[in-house]
């Protein structure tokens, strides 16, 4: 069996911990790492429990920078997931299970029932809950929060080398791919109100046994005990705890259903920050996210990933969204050559106008351009005029999208559209062609 994870850098010391509990319960197991960060940090190689680690930038997800982009920092450790689960099909072919488990996950028994569901199952969830809360309050905590949240938490899924799970796992990665954010009040919440829709979809197991994905969120429900010196949910054995929200929103919950302070929860629960600072835990904090800052060092706001997440600035025409000036400024460094491709890219479904020099339109209507593409698109030569007149016209002309291309400095024109066609700058692009 196969146990992978998904985390960045400062969250690494908790991921430790999940990999040596999983290895200390069940010593066959493999633990696999992709890390979302631009190179593997030194500091891991003092302790590294994983038998293998690989860069998401490495896993095969198409225009990665532009993808990574749009993403925070916890979005971004959620929407890489679906390709790392193809990325580790693909590689290893001998092997058969896999769990993926969030890294704040501590392992306290061995995970015999899933061996066994795998046998007649190939996808296997964990509900947030498994039955109805008993007081309004519980409901008002509990079961509300989850029709925001997702009825799965997918800090817990199973899956197996099968039909039916290698057709759940390209829907899950496209819809990842397709829109994995923090937007309720879009529907989304990462990855877990995708999963909402997979037993509809997908032949699922979901998995109700109270020793599995333990956290603050079902404790109404689970009744913490120690017997013969192995932790209990419901007198089952617990298999893991998700410590999700540790230090901040867990610990309420907590207090509030486990007021026994003599409860064996905490004494596993000290066991976990005991282990949590052992594995580097004030050294991990520290660093800093590597996709969080532009090439310059200036750190990227969430106003500056939003362009991406609609496209709304042509954003995948921008090479390399990392380089400030490309998303500050709305402009684009291009060479000739890459114009040449760029533009034949283009779909031209939508009413597109581009102006440029004489030189470059008549490169276009000669090298590039069909009849087809020709039909929604205009081409104008690059002057006050038309310049003016375009924006005047803007919605009249029901033009999509607006392409300046210049070999010389647009500074000037950015500030004249800027300070009196503000509302038509999300629809606007310009190009530098480079030599």
């Keep these: 069996m196969v146990i992978c994870t998904v985390t960045c850098a400062d969250y690494l010391y908790k991921a430790l911990v999940m990999a040596k509990t999983a290895k200390t319960h069940m010593p066959d197991v493999k633990v696999y790492l992709c890390l979302v960060e631009k190179e593997i940090p030194s500091l891991?190689?003092?302790n590294n429990l994983f038998d293998d680690i690989?860069?998401?930038?490495?896993?095969?997800?198409?225009?990665?920078?532009?993808?990574?982009f749009k993403h925070t920092i916890y979005e971004a450790c959620i929407a890489v997931k679906g390709r790392y689960f193809k990325y580790l099909l693909d590689n290893l072919i001998q092997e058969d299970n896999f769990i993926f488990l969030d890294p704040d996950i501590m392992i306290l028994d061995t995970f015999t029932e899933i061996t066994e569901i795998f046998q007649s199952?190939?996808?296997?969830?964990?509900?947030?809950?498994?039955?109805?809360?008993?007081?309004?309050?519980?409901?008002?905590d509990i079961e509300l929060p989850h029709l925001l949240y997702g009825v799965f938490n997918l800090g817990f899924l199973g899956f197996k080398r099968h039909p039916e799970a290698l057709k759940f796992i390209d829907w899950?990665?496209?819809?990842?791919?397709?829109?994995?954010?923090?937007?309720?009040?879009?529907?989304?919440?990462?990855?877990?109100?995708?999963?909402?829709?997979?037993?509809?979809?997908?032949?699922?197991?979901i998995l109700k046994h109270p020793g599995y994905n333990v956290s603050s969120w079902n404790l109404p429900e689970r009744k913490i005990g120690k017997f013969n010196g192995k932790y209990t949910s419901n007198g089952r054995n617990i298999k893991f705890y998700h410590f999700s929200g540790l230090g901040s929103f867990a610990e309420k919950r907590?207090?509030?259903?486990?007021?026994?302070?003599?409860?064996?929860?905490?004494?596993?629960?000290?066991?976990?920050?005991?282990?949590?600072?052992?594995?580097g835990k004030n050294e991990y904090e520290q660093?800093?996210?590597?996709?969080?800052?532009y090439e310059d060092g200036e750190q990227i706001t969430f106003s500056d990933r939003i362009p991406f997440r609609t496209n709304t600035t042509n954003a995948d025409l921008i090479p390399n969204p990392y380089k400030r000036n490309n998303v500050k400024s709305n402009a684009i460094d291009i060479s000739k050559e890459n114009l040449?491709?760029?533009?034949?890219?283009?779909?031209?479904?939508?009413?597109?106008?581009?102006?440029?020099?004489?030189?470059?339109?008549?490169?276009?209507?000669?090298?590039?351009?069909?009849?087809?593409?020709?039909?929604?698109?205009?081409?104008?030569?690059?002057?006050?005029?038309?310049?003016?007149?375009?924006?005047?016209?803007?919605?009249?002309?029901?033009?999509?999208?607006?392409?300046?291309?210049?070999?010389?400095?647009?500074?000037?024109?950015?500030?004249?559209?800027?300070?009196?066609?503000?509302?038509?700058?999300?629809?606007?692009?310009?190009?530098?062609?480079?030599d």
């Design 44 to 46: 891991l190689n003092e």
């Design 54 to 68: 690989v860069l998401a930038k490495d896993i095969g997800i198409p225009n990665f920078e532009h993808f990574l």
């Design 121 to 140: 199952n190939s996808i296997i969830l964990t509900p947030q809950i498994n039955q109805p809360m008993e007081t309004d309050e519980q409901v008002d």
């Design 172 to 205: 899950y990665t496209e819809r990842l791919e397709y829109a994995c954010y923090i937007d309720l009040s879009s529907g989304l919440f990462v990855d877990q109100k995708w999963v909402n829709l997979a037993p509809s979809f997908f032949e699922v197991y």
């Design 254 to 279: 907590e207090k509030f259903y486990i007021s026994d302070r003599y409860n064996p929860f905490y004494e596993f629960k000290k066991q976990y920050i005991n282990l949590l600072n052992e594995m």
């Design 287 to 293: 660093l800093p996210w590597s996709y969080e800052y």
């Design 340 to 434: 040449i491709n760029l533009i034949n890219d283009q779909p031209f479904t939508n009413k597109l106008v581009i102006m440029a020099d004489k030189n470059t339109i008549k490169v276009l209507k000669k090298s590039l351009l069909t009849k087809k593409q020709l039909k929604n698109l205009t081409l104008l030569p690059y002057n006050w005029n038309n310049l003016t007149s375009s924006l005047k016209n803007f919605d009249k002309h029901q033009i999509d999208t607006f392409i300046i291309l210049s070999n010389q400095d647009t500074k000037e024109v950015q500030h004249f559209i800027k300070d009196n066609y503000r509302n038509l700058l999300e629809k606007i692009s310009f190009i530098n062609i480079i």
